[in-house]
């Protein structure tokens, strides 16, 4: 028999554990930020995103870009499965990021985003190819950051990555909306409810992200509305991990501690934050900052 007594503290402890997350970081932009390896062994992070595969789909080649750590084209970057794999050796799981802020994308029709998802597949993913660009690594998933190009056929993209699943390794799928809801690029996708990750980019976005001075009012209504509609396992608040050239939305750590975590952690789908990105975090030592009440 359980003690009376006891009960209510099993209970906080319970809610405590349900309500605690971690941090996600996205890895691959800076040439300034570290080997991917460093970034795991720092301890500060359970995925690590590497970003970004800027052009794809409309029968390109698709081109890795990871901004001066390696050219994908010479098979430099194939030396990086050894960092993937040292970081999934620690439990951190390694997810390949679509699109970003600059590139060549675009998905023309349903069989353009299924022969890109077998391309994920077969070369980053559990299938083969002889030609990988991170070399024999397995990826544990894929993250689609569509800021660009068309907004159609994602959801067969995701459809289609979701269904590799089923070949004996999870493929976990992950999307960096914008925080105006619903996203105008990944809204499709995200509505299929595949989704283990979705990171809302809290940031640049003035009406749903913090503002300066303390008001959390509109990142309230903003985290809200999302928690509250998306069908996912798991809700991160992205944010800025710097106040350099990341544009509006930086949350001072005190006040995201003392403030934005207990308000997000209501919400069941709390996963715990992203940051953008790994090279500013090095820079403002955030991660090191929050990590225990994320």
Not at 100 to 117: C, E, H, K, R
Not at 151 to 162: E, F, G, H, I, M
Request: net charge negative; proline share 4%.
């Amino acid at each position: 028999m359980i003690s009376l007594i006891l009960i209510p503290l099993l209970l906080s402890f319970l809610i405590a554990s349900v309500q605690s997350g971690g941090i996600a970081v996205y890895w691959g932009q800076n040439k300034y930020e570290g080997t991917l390896q460093s970034a795991c062994d720092s301890g500060n992070y359970v995925i690590v995103i590497i970003a970004f595969l800027t052009t794809f789909g409309n029968g390109q080649t698709p081109v890795l870009n990871l901004a001066g750590h390696c050219k994908p084209s010479t098979g430099a970057c194939q030396s990086l499965s050894t960092d993937i794999q040292a970081c999934q050796a620690k439990g951190i799981k390694v997810l390949l990021s679509l699109g970003g802020g600059i590139g060549n994308y675009t998905l023309t029709s349903p069989s353009d985003a299924q022969d890109v998802a077998q391309y994920l597949w077969n070369n980053f993913l559990g299938g083969n190819s002889s030609n990988r660009p991170l070399g024999s690594a397995v990826l544990d998933g894929i993250d689609l950051d569509i800021e660009l190009g068309g907004t159609s056929y994602y959801d067969v993209l995701v459809q289609t990555l979701s269904s590799y699943s089923s070949q004996g390794r999870k493929v976990y799928l992950s999307a960096a909306p914008q925080c105006p809801y619903p996203d105008a690029h990944l809204g499709q996708a995200i509505s299929t409810g595949l989704f283990d990750y979705v990171w809302v980019q809290f940031y640049n976005n003035k009406p749903c992200e913090y503002q300066s001075g303390g008001d959390i009012t509109k990142l309230t209504n903003s985290w809200n509305t999302w928690t509250t509609n998306v069908n996912a396992t798991y809700i991160f608040m992205g944010l800025p991990a710097s106040t350099n050239k990341t544009g509006s939305g930086y949350i001072p750590p005190s006040l995201l501690v003392s403030q934005v975590l207990p308000m997000a952690k209501n919400s069941s789908k709390y996963g715990g934050i992203m940051l953008w990105n790994r090279y500013y975090d090095l820079q403002s030592n955030y991660s090191n900052q929050v990590l225990d009440s994320v």
